[in-house]
């Protein structure tokens, strides 16, 4: 799979691939260790996670802009190191307030190091390769989390404080293995300094890139139809058994696996990018119909429609990813990749502050309504994704 790729690229993929077996662990162990092992309530937790998503927004783009500055390479390396640190730091957390900093300090490593990589790809992948380096390290990403999550029910059997440490500081080793084989394997990509670069503000003046940084950030919603929404639904307002859940659960991470890279031809250019976001808006949308429309079903007809909701919403999510990545590696100038790609997962990250409420209170709470409106959502942020990117009266050059 990876025989095209550059010998820079493939450091990469390894890395991200021992990093996300880690990940994965940590995906399944950590809320139980907050609350089992530490002792903190679910509500301390959910708090916690909160307000280091907002602090994670806040400093994004400017870290971005670090990553500029001082060099993708040694910025990724850095941010890893960091969250080797704070996953230390988190066996020994003791009460809610400390929690809270680790979890801020942490989100600050984790925007960092997501502008950064994605600096990282512009520098050291071809430009023809870029999206499609993003798409192998998406699946790469899916089978580490996948592989981590399967080893981590041997801790949650044991379910004892020592054996959940050990996995925190088991995952802090996966970020400092990858922070080496970035550090020695792969080649410096030059650093821009702020005399002879774009300006630290420039992604914000860029008023065309907001207004697609928004459209992506609703598109990017999209994964708590899958994780909230659907359990829910199957759950309380569906006959459907409630295997279906891990069913369909099952079904979007092999497809991720064996179409990511394949769905993403294409969107390597401005042009085919707008129109995968495009595609991506209406198949969202469809699929919130086919829930909607289990409302009134019952049997083998509401199994079959979950079915084809959850190929839909694959198909969306897939294209929604490749479109985005496209269309931030094309709209970012010279010497500023880093920041526009921090200022590009701004929107996910507010997606993913707003989607859990809008899935829970407006599409499950209201029942076929309220899929119907988060149906328009999507299509309309969809639709309107081709037109902000290719139109010019959107476009304020960037100030350098």
Same mark, same amino acid.
């Given at each position: 799979m990876?025989?095209h790729f550059?010998?820079? !690229?493939?450091?990469?993929?390894a890395a991200?691939?021992?990093?996300?077996?880690?990940?994965?662990?940590?995906v399944a =162990?950590?809320?139980?260790?907050?609350?089992?092992?530490?002792?903190?309530? =679910?509500?301390?937790?959910?708090?916690?996670?909160?307000?280091?998503?907002?602090?994670?927004?806040?400093?994004?783009?400017?870290? %971005?802009?670090?990553?500029?500055?001082?060099?993708?390479?040694?910025?990724?390396v850095?941010?890893?190191?960091?969250?080797?640190?704070?996953?230390?730091?988190l066996?020994?957390?003791?009460?809610?307030?400390?929690?809270?900093?680790?979890?801020?300090?942490?989100?600050?490593?984790?925007?960092?190091?997501?502008?950064?990589?994605g600096?990282?790809?512009?520098?050291?992948?071809?430009?023809?390769?870029? #999206?499609?380096?993003?798409?192998?390290?998406?699946?790469?990403?899916?089978?580490?989390?996948?592989?981590?999550?399967a080893?981590?029910?041997?801790?949650?059997?044991?379910?004892?404080?020592?054996?959940? #440490?050990?996995?925190?500081?088991?995952?802090?080793?996966?970020?400092?293995v990858?922070?080496?084989?970035?550090?020695?394997?792969?080649?410096?990509?030059?650093?821009v300094?702020a005399?002879? %670069?774009p300006?630290?503000l420039?992604?914000?003046?860029?008023?065309?890139?907001?207004?697609?940084?928004?459209?992506?950030g609703?598109?990017?919603?999209h994964?708590?139809?899958?994780?909230?929404?659907?359990?829910?639904?199957?759950?309380?307002?569906?006959?459907?058994?409630r295997?279906?859940?891990? !069913?369909?659960?099952?079904?979007?991470?092999v497809? #991720?696996?064996?179409?990511? /890279?394949?769905?993403?031809?294409?969107?390597?250019?401005l042009?085919?990018?707008?129109?995968?976001?495009?595609?991506?808006?209406?198949?969202l949308?469809?699929?919130?119909?086919?829930?909607?429309?289990?409302?009134?079903?019952?049997?083998v !007809?509401?199994?079959?429609?979950?079915?084809a909701?959850?190929l839909?919403?694959?198909?969306?999510?897939?294209?929604?990813?490749?479109?985005?990545?496209?269309?931030?590696f094309?709209?970012?100038?010279?010497?500023?990749q880093?920041q526009?790609?921090?200022?590009?997962?701004? %929107?996910?990250?507010?997606?993913?502050?707003?989607?859990p409420?809008? /899935?829970?209170?407006?599409?499950?709470?209201?029942?076929?309504?309220?899929?119907?409106?988060?149906?328009?959502?999507?299509?309309?942020?969809?639709?309107?994704?081709?037109? =902000?990117v290719?139109?010019?009266?959107? /476009?304020?050059?960037?100030?350098?």
């Amino acid at each position: 799979m990876t025989e095209h790729f550059t010998p820079a !690229v493939r450091r990469l993929i390894a890395a991200t691939l021992i990093n996300t077996l880690g990940n994965g662990v940590y995906v399944a =162990v950590g809320a139980l260790y907050l609350t089992r092992a530490v002792g903190l309530s =679910v509500a301390h937790v959910g708090a916690g996670l909160t307000i280091a998503a907002l602090v994670g927004l806040i400093v994004s783009t400017p870290l %971005g802009v670090v990553a500029d500055r001082l060099g993708p390479k040694r910025a990724y390396v850095g941010f890893l190191l960091l969250q080797a640190v704070t996953m230390t730091s988190l066996t020994q957390v003791r009460s809610f307030e400390w929690y809270v900093v680790v979890a801020a300090v942490t989100a600050v490593a984790d925007s960092g190091q997501r502008g950064a990589k994605g600096a990282l790809i512009a520098g050291v992948a071809p430009s023809d390769q870029r #999206v499609r380096t993003r798409a192998l390290l998406r699946v790469v990403t899916n089978i580490g989390i996948a592989v981590g999550t399967a080893a981590a029910g041997v801790v949650l059997t044991i379910d004892r404080r020592e054996v959940y #440490v050990a996995a925190l500081l088991a995952n802090a080793l996966t970020y400092m293995v990858a922070a080496a084989v970035v550090r020695f394997g792969m080649p410096a990509v030059a650093k821009v300094p702020a005399k002879s %670069g774009p300006s630290g503000l420039t992604a914000f003046r860029d008023r065309r890139f907001l207004v697609f940084v928004g459209l992506d950030g609703v598109l990017s919603m999209h994964p708590a139809l899958l994780q909230v929404g659907v359990p829910l639904w199957i759950a309380t307002r569906t006959d459907a058994p409630r295997w279906m859940i891990s !069913v369909l659960l099952v079904l979007n991470s092999v497809a #991720v696996i064996l179409l990511q /890279v394949r769905i993403s031809r294409g969107t390597e250019n401005l042009s085919g990018a707008a129109r995968a976001g495009r595609k991506a808006g209406v198949l969202l949308a469809i699929t919130c119909v086919g829930l909607a429309l289990t409302d009134v079903t019952s049997g083998v !007809v509401t199994i079959g429609l979950l079915i084809a909701a959850a190929l839909a919403h694959v198909l969306g999510e897939m294209l929604q990813s490749a479109g985005g990545w496209g269309i931030s590696f094309e709209l970012a100038p010279p010497g500023a990749q880093g920041q526009y790609q921090g200022a590009y997962a701004m %929107g996910h990250q507010v997606g993913d502050l707003v989607a859990p409420l809008l /899935v829970t209170t407006v599409a499950v709470s209201w029942g076929w309504p309220g899929w119907l409106l988060t149906a328009g959502l999507f299509l309309v942020a969809g639709l309107f994704v081709p037109v =902000v990117v290719q139109e010019p009266e959107l /476009v304020m050059q960037p100030q350098v």
